[in-house]
């Protein structure tokens, strides 16, 4: 009364190829959204570097030396 078989495992007939392959070329969206991505980020991060100067806060005086020393 034996639950396996000893016959070795057979590829299933439906997934013989990889599913990728058999799928068909990719949308542009898919060869391009790395690039578009890439570049959207950068104008982001110049656009936010260009106001980055209004939100700094002024600088303060050093503080001046008092008359006596100890």
Request: with cysteine; glycine share 8%; aromatic share 8%.
């Amino acid at each position: 009364m034996a639950l396996f078989k000893d016959t070795p495992p057979r590829e299933h007939p439906e997934y013989t190829q990889l599913r990728f392959m058999a799928a068909g070329s990719p949308s542009w969206w898919k060869q391009n959204r790395h690039k578009v991505l890439a570049i959207a980020g950068l104008l982001a991060g110049l656009w936010l570097a260009g106001h980055h100067h209004d939100a700094t806060p002024k600088t303060c005086a050093p503080a001046s030396t008092s008359g006596t020393s100890r």
